[in-house]
């Protein structure tokens, strides 16, 4: 008879991938969600579980520079692949200009949802850098926040638009 030890190392699989610029080798259980990964297994607790259906956006991170909710996504989906986290948003020490404007601008209350809220917006600006309060709207309408009415944080992501286009 198996040990409970041995029985669950056969199920595992190796996968590769590289979370905030620092590759990870490690086992997964064919059935184990990325969120799990990222928060119990390396220990980045900003990506948050909440509705685990994706409905919410809380638990976004950014695959291969998309935004994808990892509470849907096998690990072993992001076998090989680039995995960017809020944690990895600053760089040498300085904030990220949506990090910095949802700070100033208070894009956030609790800030439960507000690394799913940020991620997702770099890919909005990465790919419209003067979107409008309606491109804002339409394109963040996956990420739900319980405690601002969305005024701030469409104003937090229009400042920000407006230091990245200005370089600061």
């Given at each position: ?56 956006g ?12 990892s ?10 692949r ?8 600053a ?7 949506l ?42 309408q ?6 601002t ?9 229009m400042e920000a638009a ?7």
């Amino acid at each position: 008879m198996y040990s409970s030890t041995l029985k669950r190392r056969e199920q595992t699989i190796p996968i590769n991938f590289t979370v905030n610029g620092i590759r990870h080798e490690i086992d997964v259980e064919p059935h184990e969600i990325l969120l799990d990964v990222v928060r119990n297994r390396l220990g980045l607790t900003g990506t948050k579980k909440s509705c685990d259906v994706q409905v919410c956006g809380t638990c976004t991170v950014l695959l291969d520079g998309r935004p994808v909710s990892s509470c849907t996504l096998l690990a072993i989906e992001a076998r090989d692949r680039e995995i960017l986290t809020i944690e990895g948003l600053a760089q040498d020490g300085k904030l990220h200009p949506l990090q910095q404007a949802f700070i100033e601008y208070g894009g956030l209350q609790c800030g439960f949802c507000t690394p799913g809220m940020i991620l997702t917006a770099k890919t909005l600006l990465e790919e419209n850098a003067s979107p409008t309060e309606e491109d804002i709207i339409q394109y963040m309408q996956g990420n739900i926040c319980r405690c601002t009415g969305y005024k701030k944080i469409i104003e937090s992501i229009m400042e920000a638009a407006k230091r990245m286009r200005q370089g600061s």
